[in-house]
């Protein structure tokens, strides 16, 4: 009596060498979400990838607390971007950073809902970060700041602009600690004057891109400051910032790129005899 070949299914591929490692990565969250609907089979499967992965970007998403603790199985991310997620809250995010401590992207760029509160895992256990965005981040305080200046010491890429609480000291121990700032963002923070930029221009040698739009404040010896010390910056955006003149500008025109452009001569007067 012959016996009935049995067809190869999908679920017959070996699940962690093939359908986790090659298969499960072209899909969005949506649709790994969508997949761990199907059945049991699917849902073990979506888990397994869900739990290896070592980058999380959920911009602009909403998600329920029970579906965002799907993530708490997480453990090797080393990239969390959850830029303009405004339903979140600091109990459903800080497992997440407890559990992820080889972080090196941090992403919480107008995440409205959260508190200082969610930063205290990072701080303290996040030893290699590198990147930290924290744009708009209106809970953002001096004393945060301070205990990220404290216990960290590899951050090259910092957004911290429009936080408008955080007080110019701790920027500039910002600032002072971290020397490997290659990226800087403090736009729309109104309370940044040359004291940091003089600051900068001593300990922040390696720094590349500066915007400093909107920081009213600033004048032409904060600039020169920048110009004379800051052999590194190629990029400076000094938009809204009235007190800059050309003055100091034009130190550094042919070597970085200004988002103003050189002013206009003004035309001398002809005078003809009649």
């Not at 986790?20 to 979506?46: A, D, G, H, M, W």
């Not at 990147?131 to 990220?148: F, H, I, M, P």
């Not at 290659?182 to 940091?196: R, T």
């Amino acid at each position: 009596m012959k016996t009935q070949k049995r067809n190869i299914h999908f679920f017959d591929l070996y699940w962690e060498d093939i359908l986790v490692s090659k298969v499960l990565p072209y899909l969005t969250i949506q649709e790994c979400f969508n997949f761990r609907c199907v059945s049991k089979t699917c849902l073990q499967i979506s888990n397994m990838y869900i739990s290896k992965m070592n980058s999380l970007k959920l911009m602009n998403k909403g998600f329920s607390p029970h579906t965002f603790g799907v993530f708490n199985s997480c453990t090797k991310l080393t990239v969390i971007n959850l830029s303009k997620c405004t339903t979140l809250n600091d109990s459903e995010i800080i497992p997440i950073f407890r559990h992820n401590v080889n972080l090196t992207h941090l992403n919480l760029s107008q995440c409205k809902t959260l508190s200082a509160k969610c930063l205290q895992p990072v701080i303290l256990y996040c030893t290699n970060l590198k990147v930290l965005k924290l744009s708009r981040c209106a809970w953002l305080t001096t004393g945060a700041v301070e205990a990220l200046a404290l216990h960290q010491s590899r951050i090259e890429d910092a957004d911290l602009s429009y936080c408008p609480i955080i007080s110019e000291s701790c920027i500039q121990i910002f600032i002072k600690k971290f020397r490997h700032l290659k990226i800087f963002n403090l736009e729309g923070n109104k309370q940044v004057s040359d004291k940091s930029l003089i600051a900068m221009s001593k300990y922040s040698n390696s720094l590349s891109l500066l915007n400093l739009g909107g920081c009213s404040d600033i004048t032409d010896k904060g600039i020169k400051a920048l110009a004379v010390h800051c052999s590194s910056l190629q990029g400076l955006l000094i938009r809204g910032c009235s007190k800059v003149t050309e003055n100091s500008l034009r130190l550094m025109r042919n070597r970085v790129h200004l988002d103003r452009r050189p002013a206009e001569p003004v035309p001398q007067p002809i005078y003809v005899q009649i």
